[in-house]
């Protein structure tokens, strides 16, 4: 990453409105736009086709050395070795695999590179779980965006509702998410938390436009200071 990227790291828990915020904020400052989190979940799909076991380091690391995982289209394509896998990465099965196979220091370690190359000049919003802990310590502003459970929860549902047409059961995906959570949040390597010094945002009661009007504010304070 070099010196004239700006770079705003937004992590935070599922849910929480990451990507449509993080989207809007690079929109709006001509930035491009990392979901970190669509590389864990090629990585999920990967472990998944080959029939590995999740948490079998030594199975994991053979498919990941025969597996090209790439992001086109400023994001919105995902291609695992060479097929577009962009709607099937964001299917329950894979949801889960990708948390439990993100909690692998190899599985880390084979993507932090592929994140930090990722971004060029003028700089761009990342977005993920660890992005202002560890793969962009030097991020010009971090932000950890929140909300409460149920809100959270709504927000998915709502989410899965406008792709497939047909709402999912709430307490369902409350539970899922609370699993999934706990495990990226617990894991000893690269766990979900807010970096230090990073901007804290309970968007349970804020519009996204809120949301991003807030984070637009401090980047704009961030590249003054620049
Ligand atoms: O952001 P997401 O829900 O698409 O992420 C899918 C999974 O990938 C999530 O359960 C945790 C993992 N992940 C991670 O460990 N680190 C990141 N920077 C992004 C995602």
Known sequence: MSAECFVIAIDGPSGAGKSTTSKRVAA??????LDSGALYRAVGLAALEAGVDLSDEASLSAVLERTSIEMKDDGRVVELNGRDVSSRIREPDVTDAASRTSALPLVRHHLIELQRSSVRPPGAVVEGRDMGTVVFPDAD????????????????????AAKTGAPPPLEEVGRAMAERDH??????NAPLRAAEGAFVLDSTHMSLEEVVSAILTRAAQMRARK
């Open 28 to 33: 709006e400052l001509g930035l491009s736009y």
């Open 141 to 160: 502003l971090k932000v950890f965006l929140d909300a409460d459970a149920p809100e959270r929860a709504h927000r998915r549902a709502a989410e899965l």
């Open 183 to 188: 495990r990226d949040s617990t894991r000893a």
